[in-house]
């Protein structure tokens, strides 16, 4: 199975992140991003909390899921966008993505029958050994307390889809058997924006030992179009050229 590396490249330049907040406010009843921000804030938790939404089953679960994380992340993007954070944010995003991708730290948080505070203590733990901006644990925050940290998934998944498109970005992941060098890497988002004509590209690492060697490209829609560099690629070719299914070989 691949292995996600969060080692983005991008050719746009970065923002560096503001330092984190002394002091982090979390309350027992709501969190709110900001003054500004708060009736949206309010009517997404209020539309996202429902636990027979929360436990939809079948497409219609799944479908109402999706509008769910496309609202966090709209939500969390106009946050972004007001305290002219966004770069800063998809860098806490990939964090978020990091962390959430492990299976026990997924499982801890989206166990009812953990505390809230424990959550609320983890939450502050993974906030200062990743320096995220306030407003990132306070997003977080909102869906352990509204019982949607199930979908954090899916919402780090819109939220590219969101910076993407107010960025003018093509997101690329490249595989490959082992870590590239970050030179080969620029190297390959130059080759992707001559391909798509986007002003910026993110490139997003994996490992696949499948590959045998070599590397593929993965770009477009939802991934729609590959570049396939692999070693694999070419031995399935020549395999399927020697026709070899029907050929014994007498050892």
Do not use: W
């Not at 479908?63 to 944010?89: C, E, F, H, K, P």
């Not at 590239?180 to 992707?192: D, N, P």
């Amino acid at each position: 199975m691949a292995t996600l590396q969060q080692t983005p490249i991008s050719l746009q330049s970065k923002t560096p992140p503001p330092p984190l907040s002394s002091a982090l406010t979390a309350r027992s009843t709501a969190v709110s991003f900001s003054s500004t921000f708060t009736p949206l804030n309010l009517k997404l938790t209020a539309a996202a909390a429902s636990t027979s939404v929360r436990r939809g089953g079948g497409a219609c679960g799944a479908r109402m899921n999706a509008t769910a994380a496309a609202s966090y992340a709209a939500a969390l993007a106009d946050v972004a966008i007001s305290n002219n954070t966004l770069d800063a944010t998809v860098a806490d995003v990939e964090k978020v993505e990091k962390f959430f991708a492990e299976p026990s730290v997924f499982d801890f948080f989206t166990n009812p029958t953990v505390n809230l505070e424990k959550k609320r203590g983890v939450l502050d733990e993974i906030a200062k050994s990743s320096a995220l901006q306030p407003h990132t644990v306070n997003f977080l925050n909102i869906l352990v307390e509204a019982k949607r940290i199930d979908v954090i998934k899916d919402i780090v998944k819109e939220f590219e889809i969101v910076y993407n498109k107010l960025t003018d970005t093509e997101l690329a992941i490249v595989c490959s058997v082992v870590k590239l060098e970050s030179q080969h890497l620029a190297q390959i988002a130059k080759q992707v924006q001559k391909l798509t004509g986007a002003k910026n590209v993110r490139i997003k690492s994996e490992i696949d030992p499948s590959l045998v060697a070599g590397f593929t490209v993965r770009y477009g829609n939802s991934g729609s179009k590959l570049i396939d560099m692999s070693v694999k690629k070419q031995l399935e070719e020549i395999a399927a050229q020697l026709d070899l299914g029907d050929i014994k070989l007498n050892l």
